[in-house]
């Protein structure tokens, strides 16, 4: 369906670098990202999420030509001691913009919300507003990892943009009311983490040991995608895009027959209500920066 299909994001993180619980094929080539931005071109997909902490992402997104999408990318995680906080902010944004080759772009975010909700906070939101005010980049925003992030930083900045975790199995940012609160506020909601670094499409005989004292969770989503007749990557992209008052749903991918296979399911209508009993606030497992 057209409208779930705006709401898709490519999230280019493994354009760049080898990266997920369940990534086996490595860093995606050249060629087939030539192939991957052009078949989003034809079929309508209009974003990229993109961060100059992604290895070679958007050297190689520069490389292939991605200047008729829509594109969102992030500052590095900024350093408290830093002395010109405003220029490390502008110096790294112009170079993300010069190895994607393009005058300006659509979003910037701090990779870590905390940057604002630290010492600095004030001068770093003032070079993202120079940003903003250069015309270089339309929206500014945050990537945080939890709503309590969030709503210290609404409590002291204006930003454009939010990019949370949600998914099957954290619905934190959902079941807070967080995002229909930013949609009130005019603020856009960005989701990712669709598929749990792909933890949620790993068989569970396969699961790694660590994962075992969550078992009962795994079986229970294994039992509602045999109700419902369809596979995780279905699940996962439906439940996502599904869901009212999110913007975007970031969704990374590998090769191009990953992309086919996310358009796919982006046709399958679930009522979303039905994986509620999959919420967990454990950040044991819901966070993946806590895994060994």
Not at 90 to 105: E, G, Q, T, W
Not at 124 to 131: D, E, G, P, T
Not at 184 to 190: A, D, S, Y
Not at 275 to 285: A, V
């Amino acid at each position: 369906m057209d409208k779930f299909i705006k709401k898709i994001s490519l999230g280019s993180v493994q354009f760049g670098t080898n990266y997920g619980i369940s990534n086996t094929k490595g860093k995606t080539s050249i060629n087939e990202l030539k192939r991957i931005i052009s078949y989003a071109s034809e079929n309508n997909i209009e974003n990229i999420d993109t961060a100059a902490t992604y290895g070679s992402s958007e050297k190689n997104l520069g490389l292939v030509g991605v200047s008729n999408f829509k594109i969102v990318s992030k500052i590095p995680p900024i350093d408290d001691n830093l002395d010109n906080i405003q220029q490390f902010v502008i110096d790294n944004f112009m170079n993300s913009l010069k190895s994607l080759k393009m005058n300006s772009i659509r979003g910037v975010l701090l990779h870590d919300a905390n940057n604002l909700l630290g010492v600095n906070g004030d001068r770093v939101y003032k070079a993202l507003q120079f940003l903003k005010k250069s015309g270089l980049v339309s929206k500014i925003g945050i990537s945080v990892y939890n709503p309590f992030q969030v709503e210290k930083v609404m409590e002291n900045f204006d930003i454009d943009i939010v990019q949370g975790p949600v998914n099957i199995f954290d619905q934190r940012f959902i079941s807070s009311g967080l995002i229909s609160k930013l949609s009130l506020k005019g603020i856009e909601f960005e989701s990712r983490s669709v598929f749990l670094q792909g933890l949620a499409l790993m068989d569970n005989k396969h699961l790694p040991n660590y994962f075992l004292k969550w078992i009962g969770l795994f079986n229970s989503f294994k039992r509602i995608l045999n109700e419902l007749h369809i596979n995780p990557v279905q699940a996962c992209i439906a439940f996502s895009l599904a869901l009212k008052d999110i913007e975007r749903v970031v969704i990374g991918i590998e090769d191009l027959s990953q992309l086919k296979e996310i358009l796919l399911a982006s046709n399958i209508e679930i009522d979303t209500h039905i994986f509620q009993e999959l919420s967990c606030e454990d950040e044991m497992l819901i966070n993946p920066s806590l895994w060994p």
